[in-house]
């Protein structure tokens, strides 16, 4: 497995994730909900190690 580059720059609520090749997507997290423009899906962080995450479909 080879060493991947990723980063990520928090402005506010809005985050811009990066890899080797550049911009890759960006997301957006208000308390404990988001949305990432990559997968489309929106995600609530529940208490402990769990989350709920429903996805929108790519039509």
Same mark, same amino acid.
């Given at each position: 497995?080879? @060493? ?10 809005? @985050?811009?994730?990066? *890899? ?5 997507? =960006?997301?957006?997290k @208000?308390?404990? =909900?988001? =949305?990432?423009?990559? *997968? ?7 208490p402990?190690?769990?989350? =709920?995450?429903?996805?929108?479909s790519?039509?």
């Amino acid at each position: 497995m080879g @060493i991947q580059f990723r980063k990520r720059k928090k402005y506010g609520p809005l @985050i811009l994730h990066f *890899t080797e090749n550049g911009f890759s997507s =960006w997301s957006f997290k @208000i308390g404990r =909900w988001s =949305w990432n423009s990559n *997968t489309r899906a929106h995600r609530v962080d529940l208490p402990g190690p769990l989350s =709920w995450k429903q996805d929108k479909s790519r039509a």
